[in-house]
């Protein structure tokens, strides 16, 4: 598969707590997405870092992303009822005629009030 | 401004029928970009239209056609559904294009085939 991996792939916190989600991926990037969606809608963009960025912040996220390890984390402080929802990274895939970005599997957060 | 508007929201069709869906973009973006969604897959290339081009295209078979008017307007059409065509099918707008700058989904169409 061409997706990267996400993990965990569920999360339950409380509401207060911080909430940390992994994403994986295969290739060599230019940049990396992280995006939001409440159940069966459609995606909200939250962030995107590109390749020679290592942290990026917005309000309550901070993204790291680390190209060696091909890997970054979405990290949301303080976490709300309504941050419950499906988190995805997305990385941009260069192939020839196929140019697109690829989404992780996802994570599932639940904030539990 | 307005958001992307997907039409129709829900759909049920019968197998072997054909659907087009719907996709208005953000007004001055002229880039739209098709995912399939499905439980088993997740979110999956469709394809992507730029002034009414199609710039890229995701490993789907020949019945996933798409186009796009002068106004930036996209649909998309399915021939010969099969079942496992059932799934959410989202458009996705930008400025230039998905891979470098942020993208608006629409709320997605929710096709089922029975």
């Known amino acids: 598969s061409q997706q990267g991996e996400e993990d965990p792939q569920a999360l339950s916190i409380q509401e207060g707590e911080n909430a940390t989600m992994n994403c994986s991926y295969k290739?060599?990037?230019?940049?990396l997405q992280w995006y939001r969606q409440n159940s069966g809608r459609g995606l909200v963009h939250l962030i995107l870092?590109?390749?020679?960025?290592r942290e990026k912040h917005s309000g309550r996220l901070r993204v790291t992303l680390d190209t060696s390890k091909k890997s970054s984390s979405l990290l949301i402080t303080a976490s709300r009822a309504a941050d419950t929802a499906s988190y995805f990274c997305?990385?941009?895939?260069?192939?020839?005629?196929?140019?697109?970005?690829?989404f992780g599997t996802g994570t599932l957060l639940a904030v539990q009030p | 401004k307005a958001g992307v508007t997907q039409t129709p929201r829900y759909l049920i069709k019968t197998r072997g029928q054909q659907v087009t869906l719907s996709c208005s973009p953000i007004?001055?973006?002229?880039?739209v970009s098709w995912y399939q969604q499905t439980p088993g897959q997740g979110l999956q290339f469709l394809f992507e239209?730029?002034?009414?081009?199609?710039?890229n295209k995701g490993n789907f078979p020949g019945r996933f056609s798409g186009r796009q008017f002068s106004n930036s307007r996209s649909e998309m059409n399915v021939s010969t559904l099969e079942l496992g065509d059932s799934a959410l099918y989202l458009c996705?707008?930008?400025?230039?294009?998905?891979?470098?700058?942020?993208?608006?989904f629409g709320q997605g169409t929710r096709l089922t085939v029975v």
């Open positions: 996705a707008s930008s400025l230039t294009g998905v891979l470098n700058t942020e993208a608006f």
């Open positions: 290739t060599s990037i230019n940049n």
């Open positions: 870092i590109r390749s020679n960025e």
């Open positions: 997305a990385t941009d895939h260069f192939g020839g005629a196929t140019n697109k970005l690829i």
């Open positions: 007004s001055g973006h002229r880039s």
């Open positions: 239209y730029f002034s009414e081009t199609q710039r």
